[in-house]
T-cell receptor, first 113, second 115 residues
Framework: GNSVTQMEGPVTLSEEAFLTINCTYT??????LFWYVQYPGEGLQLLLK?????DKGSNKGFEATYRKETTSFHLEKGSVQVSDSAVYFC????????????FGDGTTLTVKP | SAVISQKPSRDICQRGTSLTIQCQVD?????MFWYRQQPGQSLTLIAT?????????ESGFVIDKFPISRPNLTFSTLTVSNMSPEDSSIYLC????????????FGQGTRLTVV
């Protein structure tokens, strides 16, 4: 079945540091890939997505590239801000008609001023 | 997109009682789901809420404990029955517009504490 392995956290960075959160997946077929962000006390919201190999998703300075050859979808940001402190989830879309997504364990990012 | 309103946002309940969580979507959606999120952990899918029929439960979750309704395409409820402290968690409602490979939208969650 589908699975997502996400870089273990928590991650603590200083403001303006470079961020990478690793994500690899196992899936049959060609699923879409997603990064969701969860700010304290809130539900998850979509950060970015990629629907096919070599697609790059980007939003709010974050980027991730769908790498089929390495089954990866690593999240990067060149310069993090305190406001980026949150939990980040990598997720795999379900390419059947069940509509379910598969989520990684989440990585907690804390950015210090 | 879809905006999901979930209520209550939090509650403290006595053991042995039941709590019903409501999820309202601002547009018709194809799929609705209920997740549980333990503190500091990832999401565990409880069930898929099917419109007009019984929900589809994941392994480890049963209808008697977590009855779910979905009377139409924009509304669903999850009841946590006969609660124990182990049920203390965040419960999240989610929805998608499609079935395969579509992004999910989430409510803000219900933080449940059972005492």
């Amino acid at each position: 079945g589908n699975s997502v392995t996400q870089m273990e956290g928590p991650v603590t960075l200083s403001e303006e540091a470079f961020l990478t959160i690793n994500c690899t997946y196992t899936a049959t077929g060609y699923p879409s890939l997603f990064w969701y962000v969860q700010y304290p006390g809130e539900g998850l919201q979509l950060l970015l997505k990629a629907t096919k190999a070599d697609d790059k998703g980007s939003n709010k300075g974050f980027e991730a590239t769908y790498r089929k050859e390495t089954t990866s979808f690593h999240l990067e940001k060149g310069s993090v801000q305190v406001s980026d402190s949150a939990v980040y989830f990598c997720a795999l879309g379900d390419n059947t008609n069940a509509g379910k997504s598969t989520f990684g364990d989440g990585t907690t990012l804390t950015v210090k001023p | 997109s879809a905006v999901i309103s979930q209520k209550p946002s939090r509650d403290i309940c006595q053991r042995g009682t039941s709590l019903t969580i409501q999820c309202q979507v601002d547009s018709q959606v194809t799929m609705m789901f209920w997740y549980r999120q333990q503190p500091g952990q990832s999401l565990t899918l409880i069930a898929t809420a099917n419109q007009g029929s019984e929900a589809t439960y994941e392994s480890g979750f049963v209808i008697d404990k977590f009855p779910i309704s979905r009377p139409n395409l924009t509304f669903s409820t999850l009841t946590v029955s006969n609660m124990s402290p182990e049920d203390s968690s965040i419960y999240l409602c989610s929805a998608t517009h499609g079935t395969a490979n579509t992004e999910a939208f989430f409510g803000q969650g219900t933080r449940l504490t059972v005492v």
